[in-house]
């Protein structure tokens, strides 16, 4: 008898997961295959870290720990948020999560009854729509394009608001565009869903990884705005399935009880390993990184449209461009499926990010070195015949 739930139906797969198991495929025949579908830094974990790590398990720091993390872990996020952006967030409402996804599923469990929608902007990260699912709350889209720069504004948001949106999420940088909120854009949405009563959740998975300024964080918005973050991204962490987020005080011991439940604790070893992250030495390696993915975008984008891409968003953060493929292709499902088959180049279809023209966008991640990005260009420009 095969069964699922019905919620099942509505919750897609992540078609970037499918086209790197092709590139595999193809990989595994001997081709060349430039990875640039995959959302994931190229940089192994920085050394401090590792050696923290291994330290950890040798000393037999196996064992579970508090359901919302180690204190020190939790003061050690305190404290970066006071040194790096000036901001005080009590050590008691930062809970240490499997990554930014353990975060969401928290946050989602913790917030969504049956039925109750959320507003997401269009294009997105694909996974935090199927969480909310996976908790019976309703995604409904905001479809955004360059004219706000990807990101919902108030007026959007009054807009789309009804009297059964529950709440708001965004990302700054976002993923598929790496475009930004400023502080004042956070504070002005911000301001919306407290006149409505809804909640409003700001993924900050990327944060650290900005080009043109220092990122601010929502944290300094108000202490009622759920603030989702990872070592994923900028601590280069993402195997280690670490993140955290920071918790409105009113909330704290419901999702305190959620992840006793759920998952009983984040991964012990990652949790010390983390505790080396902040340290200036780990700091200086992730600057310097930051830095090579700055040079990668300032040479990708240009480069992809000399050969007929636009790149419609700003993209000040994260490592992704989102462009506009509609002068090569009708449909960038196909175009995604060519490019890895003919030209050994794999970037993620607009598919994966929602429903407001997906067919005319593709995004690149800058997720490999220079040196493969300029043979990814030489191929595209041969296959497009430029
Ligand atoms: C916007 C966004 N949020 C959340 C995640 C989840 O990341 P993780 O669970 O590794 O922290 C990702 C991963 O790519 C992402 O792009």
Request: hydrophobic share 40%.
């Amino acid at each position: 008898m095969y069964r699922p739930a019905a919620r099942l139906a509505e919750i897609a797969p992540f078609h970037v997961v499918e086209l790197l198991t092709r590139a595999r495929q193809l990989e595994a025949e001997g081709r060349d295959i430039i990875h640039m579908e995959i959302g994931e830094p190229d940089f192994p974990t920085p050394a401090p870290i590792a050696a923290a790590a291994i330290a950890a398990i040798e000393s037999g720091k196996t064992l579970y720990t508090e359901a919302l993390g180690l204190p020190e872990l939790r003061q050690a996020i305190a404290d970066f948020y006071r040194q790096r952006y000036g901001v005080s967030v009590a050590a008691n409402r930062i809970a240490i999560t499997n990554g930014a996804s353990g975060a969401l599923n928290l946050a989602f469990a913790c917030l969504a009854d049956p039925g109750s929608e959320w507003l997401l902007a269009d294009p997105g990260y694909p996974c935090n729509r199927h969480i909310l699912r996976t908790y019976e709350g309703r995604p409904l889209s905001i479809p955004v394009g360059p004219e706000s720069n990807f990101q919902p504004t108030p007026e959007l948001l009054r807009q789309h608001w009804t009297e059964h949106t529950a709440g708001l999420l965004v990302a700054s940088p976002a993923n598929p565009t790496g475009t930004l909120l400023t502080p004042d854009e956070i504070g002005a949405l911000a301001a919306v869903c407290r006149e409505k009563n809804g909640h409003f959740l700001v993924d900050e998975i990327y944060q650290g990884l900005t080009y043109e300024s220092e990122m601010a964080t929502a944290c300094a918005a108000g202490d009622d705005i759920w603030v989702i973050n990872s070592f994923s991204k900028y601590f280069q962490m993402t195997g280690w399935r670490l993140g955290w987020m920071v918790i409105p005080e009113a909330y704290v011991r419901d999702v305190e009880k959620l992840a006793q439940n759920l998952v009983l604790c984040p991964s012990t070893p990652a949790q010390h390993a983390a505790l080396a992250a902040f340290e200036p030495a780990t700091i200086t390696i992730l600057e310097a990184r930051r830095k090579e993915f700055r040079k990668r975008r300032d040479f990708l984008g240009p480069a992809l449209e000399n050969i007929g891409f636009r790149v419609t968003a700003r993209p000040e953060g994260a490592f992704y461009l989102y462009c506009d493929c509609s002068a090569l292709s009708e449909d960038s499902f196909v175009l995604a499926r060519e490019l890895l088959e003919k030209a050994g180049v794999a970037a993620t279809p607009g598919l994966d990010f929602g429903s407001n023209q997906p067919e005319k966008h593709i995004r690149f991640a800058y997720t490999t070195g220079i040196d493969r990005l300029a043979e990814a260009i030489e191929r595209l420009a041969r296959y497009f015949g430029r």
